[in-house]
């Protein structure tokens, strides 16, 4: 597949809707906020949205928009930004209804539109995995983010019990898709609610850890949201203590330094 066919795949996928995006159902900005916030429970603990009051915060794929809104109303000042129009108006009708300020951009996550040393926040939950170049995007990440500024990143972890199980297992063997697909292939095609994205990847901490210490200082990579994949039941909570690192879900909190590092500080 060649890189423009897989970029306009990979947007002909996102525009059939965002998830959280509840596209066709009558369901108001309260019992989507509701419904985010219990399914994900560990969000406002790990996030503090509460935290940047005051703060310039770029939400990169901002998706139907309830994260962007839970910092708005927690007093951040915030641009919601996402590649797709779908997504970008499902986040200023949320904004609208929920009666928050809206600064919607649509724009490519790897040529940002914005000035450098522009923001204090950016947040991406569930976003640079679907994102071929993604140290591109990244670069972008750290030229717009303030010299101490925060970034905060949701990708998925390979060492999860959903993708070990949900996808590898019930997917790859028991199915029988590995006998004609790679693990990659069916990492796609099983990765969304919505069967066949174009492109999804996986990271150990480890990997997460090193793809972000060359533009970033890192703070943690944590593991949360305990959940397994059922073939009739997707996002079924197991009960298992975050110290086994299990989740679906890695955390990746970092601050852009204040002075430009050497090569040899970026390895370390």
Same mark, same amino acid.
């Given at each position: 597949m060649t890189e423009m066919k897989k970029g306009k795949d990979i947007m002909a996928f996102w525009e059939q809707g965002p998830p959280m995006g509840f596209i066709g159902e009558d369901m108001s900005?309260?019992?989507?906020?509701e419904f985010r916030y219990s399914l994900q429970d560990y969000m406002n603990d790990t996030f503090k949205f509460d935290s940047f009051n005051g703060k310039l915060v770029l939400e990169l794929g901002c998706g139907a928009g309830i994260d962007s809104a839970e910092f708005a109303r927690n007093g951040a000042s915030v641009v919601s930004s996402d590649f797709t129009q779908i997504?970008?108006?499902?986040?200023?009708s949320l904004l609208e !209804?929920?009666?928050l300020p809206a600064q919607v951009v649509r724009t490519d996550a790897t040529s940002l539109p914005f000035k450098n040393d522009?923001?204090?926040?950016v947040y991406s939950f569930g976003v640079l995995h679907h994102i071929p170049d993604v140290e591109r995007s990244l670069? !972008?990440?750290a030229r717009t983010l303030k010299p101490g500024g925060q970034v905060m990143v949701m990708l998925y972890n390979h060492d999860s019990l959903l993708y070990g199980y949900s996808i590898v297992y019930l997917r790859g063997i028991k199915d029988g898709l590995l006998e004609h697909s790679t693990m990659e292939e069916?990492?796609?095609?099983?990765?969304e609610r919505k069967e066949d994205n174009p492109h999804t990847l996986v990271y150990t901490k480890e990997e997460a850890k090193a793809l972000f210490s060359q533009y970033f200082e890192v703070?943690?990579? !944590?593991v949360r949201y305990n959940v397994i994949d059922l073939p009739q039941q997707r996002k079924v909570r197991v009960n298992l203590p975050n110290e086994y690192e299990l989740g679906w879900h890695l955390i990746?909190?970092?601050q852009k330094p204040t002075k430009v590092r050497t090569q040899s500080e970026v390895r370390r």
């Open positions: 900005y309260e019992r989507k906020r997504a970008t108006q499902s986040t200023k !209804e929920a009666q522009t923001f204090d926040c670069a !972008e990440i069916i990492l796609d095609q099983y990765s703070n943690s990579v !944590e990746i909190k970092c």
